[in-house]
């Protein structure tokens, strides 16, 4: 809990570069809808909106007036994303502007989730690409007032935020913008995750092309590589993070099934051990399906609020609607479903096959999906 008092800086813990503050209820809402897709984020709101699993979720929450919040925030993060009434905010920040060279982005959103709207360092503290991102993430109108947003460009730090795309690391975020922002030559390499993030009304920059391998991308010694993936890197292709930023993409889908009391640790060692032999990023696991008389199954639950994976569950009628390779007599007469980790995975991604049809082990089974964007 953080409380807030006049004279006194306030101890906040910065986990990503961006923050987003509300202080009334549809605000939290809005906040936490945006924290789930907006993985850059760290939240703060009032503790009087407290949920209860603020903790697990590494919201912040504070006592006392926003005001007193903001000089750190100000400080210590690249941008804020305000879900506060754009006069109040100007009035909150006025005090503390130093130079827009230094100055973070700033971005308020009504309490109504509508309109994103850039306040502050538009192009140097980058409010008018986080307002896109943001906007695009919410479904939000974007607003720029600036006179004219020239980059139209990719920025690489925000780079598929919207749809929760995370860094495999931020080590080389830098020196890849610099490049971006030089017009240097950009290789992009998407294998997995959605299409649709390019926003702009033009066309890209025809320095960043688009490659369709790593063969291609390598051949063409760029400045520069964005990589889409949800798969671990050959050796080969490390030549492309000389001065590269891997993408995680949320594209791999576990089906899995287990006995009665399950350890949360003989659960995560199977997960672990099945994604590194279908050579499969951790962090592009999306979410978690089993049968619902597994639903209060506290290996599961623990596991997917350590990692924030959707953990869904499905009737045995829903399961029995999929045709998938291995169903089992012995499994409907303990479930009424004949199967749970196959079905399960293929019906929350909505394909007809699996990278992994079902692997037992010890005590739970596993299946694997990607979905297809």
């Not at 971005?107 to 943001?134: K, P, Y």
């Not at 639950?301 to 994976?309: A, H, V």
């Not at 399960?344 to 049809?357: D, K, W």
Request: glycine share 6%; aromatic share 8%; with cysteine.
């Amino acid at each position: 809990m953080i409380e807030l008092q006049e004279g006194m800086l306030p101890e906040v813990e910065q986990r990503n570069p961006y923050a987003v503050v509300a202080i009334t209820k549809h605000g939290v809402q809005i906040g936490r809808k945006l924290q789930q897709t907006f993985a850059a984020s760290d939240l703060y709101y009032m503790s009087k909106f407290e949920q209860g699993d603020e903790g697990e979720k590494h919201i912040q929450l504070f006592t006392g007036t926003v005001r007193l919040l903001l000089p750190t925030l100000f400080k210590q993060y690249k941008g804020l994303i305000l879900i506060i009434s754009l006069g109040a905010v100007v009035r909150m920040i006025a005090p503390i502007l130093q130079d827009k060279k230094t100055d973070p982005g700033v971005v308020v959103i009504d309490d109504r989730g509508e309109n994103v709207i850039s306040v502050l360092s538009g192009h140097l503290g980058g409010a008018n690409e986080l307002t896109h991102e943001v906007a695009a993430a919410l479904g939000a109108n974007p607003i720029i007032t600036t006179a004219s947003d020239v980059q139209k460009t990719i920025p690489v730090d925000l780079f598929g935020a919207r749809f929760g795309w995370v860094w495999d690391s931020a080590d080389k975020l830098t020196p890849v913008s610099a490049s971006v922002v030089n017009e240097e030559h950009v290789a992009i390499v998407q294998e997995a995750g959605e299409r649709d993030w390019w926003m702009r009304d033009t066309p890209m920059p025809e320095q960043i092309k688009i490659y369709p391998s790593t063969q291609a991308a390598i051949a063409a010694q760029p400045h520069a590589t964005l990589l889409i993936t949800d798969r671990l890197i050959k050796p080969e292709e490390e030549v492309l993070l000389e001065n590269g930023v891997i993408y995680r993409p949320k594209s791999v889908v576990l089906g899995m099934g287990c006995n009665r009391g399950t350890s949360v640790e003989e659960i995560e060692q199977l997960i672990d051990e099945t994604l590194a032999e279908l050579k499969l990023s951790k962090k592009s696991v999306k979410a978690l399906c089993t049968i619902d008389l597994k639903k209060d199954e506290m290996c599961f639950i623990e596991l997917t609020k350590k990692y924030d994976w959707e953990f869904v569950t499905y009737t045995p009628a829903q399961l029995n609607e999929i045709n998938f390779p291995s169903p089992s007599e012995t499994v409907f007469k303990y479930t009424g479903a004949y199967g749970v980790s196959e079905p399960a995975a293929m019906r929350y991604a909505q394909v007809e096959s699996l990278v992994l049809t079902k692997k037992k082990s010890g005590n739970a089974t596993i299946s694997v999906a990607r979905l297809v964007f």
